[in-house]
Structure formats: C-alpha cells, structure tokens
Nanobody
C-alpha cells in the first residue's frame, strides 16, 4: 500500500519560512507527478503546487508564485515544498498528493501568525 507522510509543519510568524517534506513508501512514485494541496478552516481543499515525474516542469497557484518552491529528491523518495514570505492566509493543513493516482497523505498543519 502506498503511503505518503508529510513532515515539517508548525507555527511561524508572518514573513517567515517553513519547508514541508513528503516521504513516500515506495520508489514507484518516482514515475508519478506529485503535488501539494492545502485546506484552510471552513474552506475547500485547494491546489498549491505540482511537479512533473521527471522534475522537468512545475506549476503553482497564483497566490504562492514566487514564494513557494516544489522539488523532489529521487534518492530519498521525497517531495518538498519550500515556503518563504509566509502570510497568515497561508495557514492551512497541507497535503501531499499523487494527483493522477489518488494517493493522499494525512496532512500537516501550517500556522502563520500575524
């Protein structure tokens, strides 16, 4: 069974930085596009960033462009989300996802204080 495990969340002040990691249980996911989503309280889950299976292309939601960076490390089966210049509106539970295969992590809390 494929497992995605997020780590690296926490509490940070506005303007600060965090780095999230998603570790996968199998190297099979190296052949998959991977993504991050987030869900704020009372809101729908929304797309944050996506990286192609070969790392050759990335995409981001407009509100995080220039602040967030998605990357992947094939040696450790890890997908990362670097987050800079964090804003209170970035507060949410962040989920790792294999978008074309329906795999989701359990999520990790990111809280940005004003």
């Amino acid at each position: 069974q494929v497992q995605l495990v997020e780590s690296g969340g926490g509490l940070v002040q506005a303007g600060g930085s965090l780095s999230l990691s998603c570790t996968t249980s199998t190297s099979t996911l190296r052949w998959y596009d991977m993504a991050w989503y987030r869900q704020a309280p009372g809101k729908d889950r929304e797309f944050v960033a996506r990286i192609a299976w070969d790392g050759g292309s990335t995409s981001y939601r407009d509100s995080v462009k220039g602040r967030f960076t998605i990357s992947r490390d094939y040696a450790t089966n890890t997908v990362s989300l670097g987050m800079n210049s964090l804003k209170p509106e970035d507060t949410a539970i962040y989920y790792c996802n294999a978008p074309d295969h329906g795999y989701w992590g359990r999520g990790i809390q990111v809280t940005v204080s004003p």
